[in-house]
């Protein structure tokens, strides 16, 4: 089987079989990737994550694409790029198509309200794998709960958290590097 459509598929079967976006998706790509293909490593992966959550856009096509480009170059990112989104889009369309339908139907509504606590269950277990493999030692494993204060308690936005942990970051960098030298 081509590389090509080995990605192809893997991806197609994320976007396919996750229902709650981004963070959801994040057990069953790991699972693919790290555990099945082993295309990546745990470190890679959460490289890769963090990298993706950064750049804009959708978290699955950016991860999607990171990979496919690891492993066959640009081309391998657009095809992991495609069968992340041809799934996705195609249910859209036709739930989009036929929603008018449905939307006050009790058994879809249903079917819903049974399916949000699953999507919350599936958007902690990465939150619980990442923090194994995020390196966290005494100093730096306040800022998970710092991060959930500020947005939750003071409403700040995460793209300041974001910024603030990239400045911190160089900032420790250089300081680590400048102690050595």
Not at 34 to 41: I, M
Not at 82 to 109: H, Q, Y
Request: aromatic share 14%.
């Amino acid at each position: 089987m081509s590389e090509y459509f080995q990605l192809f598929k893997t991806f197609a079967k994320i976007g396919s079989f996750t229902i709650g976006g981004g963070y959801a998706m994040i057990p069953l790509i790991r699972e693919e990737v790290v555990l099945k293909h082993k295309w990546l490593t745990d470190n890679e992966f959460v490289d890769y994550l963090a990298i993706s959550q950064s750049a804009p856009g959708i978290l699955a096509i950016n991860i999607s694409i990171f990979v496919g480009e690891k492993l066959k170059g640009i081309k391998g990112g657009v095809v992991a790029a495609l069968g992340t989104a041809l799934p996705s889009f195609i249910m859209i369309l036709v739930i989009a198509i036929f929603f008018k339908n449905f939307r006050d139907n009790e058994l879809v509504n249903s079917v819903f309200m049974g399916i949000r606590p699953a999507v919350v269950a599936l958007m902690v277990v990465p939150l619980m794998n990442m923090s194994k493999n995020a390196s966290l030692n005494r100093f730096t494993s306040f800022i998970p709960f710092l991060t959930v204060i500020l947005i939750v308690t003071f409403g700040v936005s995460p793209i300041w958290i974001l910024l603030s942990g990239a400045l911190l970051g160089l900032f420790h960098f250089y300081y680590t590097n400048r102690a050595k030298n």
